[in-house]
T-cell receptor, first 117, second 115 residues
Framework: AQSVTQLGSHVSVSEGALVLLRCNYS??????LFWYVQYPNQGLQLLLK??????LVKGINGFEAEFKKSETSFHLTKPSAHMSDAAEYFCAVISPPPSGGSYIPTFGRGTSLIVHP | DTEVTQTPKHLVMGMTNKKSLKCEQHMGHRAMYWYKQKAKKPPELMFVYSYEKLSINESVPSRFSPECPNSSLLNLHLHALQPEDSALYLC??????????????FGAGSRLTVL
């Protein structure tokens, strides 16, 4: 079984400030971890993913996340927020499926990022 | 082409109507998904097709009927819906093998309102 916990349904930052969105997961097997972003009235777009290898992963739009196995965390950061970053952010975990199966992500509840001028 | 295209973008229907949502991708993906998303909530999985065969049905009411006529198309037929079915319906696709198999590509969604 796998689950994702996103702390804080809303995060508010000023433009230019650090963005930190928290994600903790539980999984019985080594997980694949993802962050997706959803802008208003749009679908979900992949920001970044961790599968294996380097634990610090860089994504689009200046975002990055670090996989910390000991803390079961995959927090998303961006050094300087921009107004265009205002959106809903979903953390997701996937466990490798049985042979031939589809990958089914388990999504967190989402965190709404609000950016103030 | 790296997009998933969903039509229509908006749909308003009465509880006795029959309508369909359409999803199309030309990325060669052999897994296709339907999700339902309520406002400020994560997407909820409804159906998964693998190699054009229904592989997962998350106990969705029979008033929702999926169809995968070929590897590029996915339809969701709607009949006798309830007002609580109003939501954003998202289609997604993915590879079934290789490094891209764990990444879902989402469409922009069809926003459904049931009166």
């Amino acid at each position: 079984a796998q689950s994702v916990t996103q702390l804080g349904s809303h995060v508010s930052v000023s433009e230019g400030a650090l963005v930190l969105l928290r994600c903790n997961y539980s999984s019985s097997v080594p997980p694949y971890l993802f962050w997706y972003v959803q802008y208003p009235n749009q679908g979900l777009q992949l920001l970044l993913k961790y599968t294996t290898g380097a634990t610090l992963v860089k994504g689009i739009n200046g975002f990055e996340a670090e996989f910390k196995k000991s803390e079961t965390s995959f927090h998303l950061t961006k050094p300087s927020a921009h107004m265009s970053d205002a959106a809903e952010y979903f953390c997701a975990v996937i466990s490798p499926p049985p042979s031939g199966g589809s990958y089914i992500p388990t999504f967190g509840r989402g965190t709404s990022l609000i950016v103030h001028p | 082409d790296t997009e998933v295209t969903q039509t229509p973008k908006h749909l308003v229907m009465g509880m006795t109507n029959k309508k369909s949502l359409k999803c199309e991708q030309h990325m060669g993906h052999r897994a296709m998904y339907w999700y339902k998303q309520k406002a400020k909530k994560p997407p909820e999985l409804m159906f998964v097709y693998s190699y054009e065969k229904l592989s997962i049905n998350e106990s969705v009411p029979s008033r929702f009927s999926p169809e995968c006529p070929n590897s590029s198309l996915l339809n969701l037929h709607l009949h006798a819906l309830q007002p609580e079915d109003s939501a954003l319906y998202l289609c997604a696709s993915s590879q079934l093998q290789g490094s891209g198999a764990n990444v879902l590509t989402f469409g922009a969604g069809s926003r459904l309102t049931v009166l």
